[in-house]
C-alpha cells in the first residue's frame, strides 16, 4: 500500500512541477514513506533521516533548499517524536493527509506555520482524501495497485494499523471501477486491490442502493473491464472470507488462484490471545473450501512467532498448520511490541533468543514448501504476464498466476503480453521458462 500511497503522491505534486530523481542531491523534496508494523521499520527512518539531513545541509551550502517530509504509518503514530528529534524535517504527515500536499508544501517552503516549525499534520480525513485526489497521469506498469479499503476494526492485539490507519473504510464500487478503466487505459493489464482487510471490502451496490456488495461481487464488476487480464488482491483477513468470495475464485477466471491469507499462529490459545477471533481448524476448513471451488488455487501467509506466552508446543501447532496446508510462499516474523497495542503490555513477552530459535525452524519449513511448491511447477505450461525487462540482454520478467517470478529471453516489445511458457527450471525465488506461444 505504501507503494500505492507514494505513486498517489507523485500524482499529487505534478502539477506543482515536481518529478522523480534518482538521487537525493537532486530532490528539491524528499519524502520518507514509513512503515509502522514492526520496530525495524521505523529505527530505519530515524537512520534514514540522518542521512537526509547531511543532503540538506549540503545543498544549504550551494543555496538550495531541500524540503524533508516524513510520510506514512510512522509518521502518524511519532509525528510528535519525529518533529522533536529531527527539527530539520519540514512536514510530517499521516497516511490521509497526502492529498493536502500542495498547502503543506507552500506553508513549508515559507515556514509560516504558527511556531515557525515545521508542519504536523495527521488527521484522519479517509474519504476526503479520495475525494481530492486527481487522476494518475502517468504510464502505468503492467501491474498496478489500486487501494479499495483502508484501515481496519479487527484490533489484533499484536497491530498497530486501527491506530495508524483508523477505522475500516471502504471506498465506493463507482469510484473503485472508474480508476481500475484508467488504470487499464493508462497500460494496466493487472490490478492488485489494495486494502488492510481488504476482504472486508463492502460498497453499496450500483444496481440496488439497499443492497452490499463485498469484495467477490466487486471483481465480478470489475471484470467486465475488457483489458483488465488479472485480478489479485490483499491482504485478506481468514474472518471475512465468504462464499461469494470463494464462488468468485471458482467462476470467474480472471480472478488469480493465489491467495494471501495471513494466519499469524496454528495455536489456538494463541489466537484467542491475539483477539483473532478464527481457530487454526476454521482456517484449514477455510483453505480447503477455497481448494474445493478452485483445485489450482495457492496460498502465502504472514506469521508471528514469539507472542507474548506462546510455548514450545504453541509454536509446534504453528509448524503444524504450515505442514498440513503447504504454503506456495509465507512471511514469518517475530513478535515486535507496538507502542499502544494492547500486546506490547503484556508481561509474559518471549526472549529473543527463542524468538529467533522459531523463527528460524518456521522459516526452513517455508522455504522447503516453497521450493517444493516451484519445483512442481517444472516442466508444466504457465501463463505468463510479462511485467518488464530483466537484467541480462534479451530477458524479460513475468509472472504466472502465483506471482511466481519468471525468466525468458523475449524481445522487449512483448512486455505487457499474456503468453504461454513453459517452465524449464526452478529456485527458491526465481523460475526459468520458455516461450511456447506468443
Ligand atoms: N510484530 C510482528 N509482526 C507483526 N505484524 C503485524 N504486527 C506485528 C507485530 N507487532 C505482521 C503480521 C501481519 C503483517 C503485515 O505484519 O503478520 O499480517
Ligand atoms: Fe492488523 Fe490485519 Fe489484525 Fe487488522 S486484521 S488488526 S490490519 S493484523
Not at 530539520?88 to 493536502?100: I, K, N, R, S, T
Not at 508542519?119 to 502517468?138: A, E, G, M, R, Y
Not at 509465507?330 to 508481561?347: C, Q
Request: charged share 25%; glycine share 6%.
Amino acid at each position: 500500500m505504501n507503494v500505492y500511497d507514494s505513486s498517489r503522491m507523485a500524482d499529487v505534486v505534478s502539477p506543482l512541477g515536481f518529478v522523480a530523481v534518482r538521487e537525493p542531491d537532486a530532490a528539491d523534496m524528499i519524502i520518507l514513506n514509513t512503515c509502522h508494523i514492526r520496530e525495524k521499520a521505523t529505527e530505519k527512518v530515524f537512520s534514514d533521516l540522518g542521512r537526509l539531513r547531511e543532503h540538506k545541509e549540503r545543498r544549504a551550502l550551494e543555496g538550495k533548499q531541500t524540503l524533508i517530509a516524513v510520510a506514512g504509518c510512522a509518521a502518524q503514530a511519532e509525528g510528535d517524536e519525529i518533529m522533536r528529534r529531527a527539527s530539520y524535517v519540514d512536514m510530517v504527515f499521516g497516511p490521509q493527509a497526502y492529498h493536502q500536499l500542495p498547502e503543506m508544501i507552500a506553508k513549508a517552503a515559507r515556514k509560516v506555520d504558527e511556531k515557525g516549525r515545521g508542519i504536523l499534520n495527521v488527521d484522519f480525513p479517509v474519504q476526503s482524501k479520495f475525494d481530492s485526489l486527481p487522476q494518475t497521469t502517468t504510464e502505468q506498469n503492467v501491474s498496478a495497485f489500486l487501494t479499495i479499503q483502508e484501515g481496519c476494526d479487527k484490533f489484533c492485539r499484536f497491530c498497530c494499523v486501527p491506530y495508524t490507519r483508523g477505522a475500516e473504510f471502504s471506498r465506493s464500487i463507482d469510484e473503485v471501477y472508474q480508476e481500475a478503466s484508467h488504470l487499464v487505459n493508462k497500460g494496466a493489464k493487472e490490478i492488485t486491490l489494495l486494502g488492510q482487510n481488504v476482504n472486508a471490502y463492502h460498497g453499496v451496490s450500483p444496481e440496488n442502493a439497499s443492497q452490499e456488495w463485498g469484495l467477490g461481487r466487486l471483481m465480478q464488476h470489475l471484470s467486465r473491464i475488457a483489458g483488465l487480464h488479472r485480478i489479485r488482491y490483499m491482504t485478506s483477513h481468514p474472518r471475512d472470507v465468504d462464499q461469494e468470495l470463494i464462488r468468485t475464485h471458482a467462476e470467474d477466471p480472471k480472478v488469480m488462484p493465489y491467495i494471501h491469507l495471513p494466519v499469524q499462529s496454528g495455536s489456538d490459545a494463541i489466537l484467542k490471545a491475539m483477539n483473532r477471533k478464527h481457530t487454526s481448524d476454521k482456517y484449514r476448513q477455510i483453505i480447503e473450501q477455497f481448494r474445493k471451488a478452485r483445485p489450482d488455487i495457492a496460498f502465502s501467509s504472514d506469521f508471528i512467532v514469539g507472542y507474548p506466552g506462546e510455548t514450545e508446543a504453541d509454536f509446534e501447532d504453528t509448524l503444524r498448520l504450515a505442514a498440513d496446508v503447504q504454503f506456495a510462499q509465507a512471511y514469518s516474523f517475530k513478535y515486535s511490541p507496538r507502542p499502544g497495542t494492547p500486546a506490547a503490555a503484556l508481561e509474559d513477552q518471549i526472549p529473543e533468543a527463542v524468538k529467533s530459535e522459531r523463527l528460524n525452524r518456521l522459516q526452513d519449513l517455508l522455504r522447503q514448501q516453497q521450493n517444493a511448491f516451484n519445483e512442481g511447477t517444472e516442466g508444466t505450461t504457465q501463463t505468463i504476464l510479462l511485467e518488464k525487462k530483466g537484467r541480462e540482454s534479451g530477458q524479460l520478467v513475468g509472472r504466472t498466476p502465483y506471482l511466481q517470478v519468471v525468466h525468458i529471453q523475449a524481445p522487449e516489445s512483448m512486455v505487457g503480453q499474456i503468453i504461454d511458457v513453459k517452465i524449464t527450471q526452478s529456485g527458491t525465488n526465481t523460475l526459468h521458462g520458455e516461450v511456447v506461444s506468443a
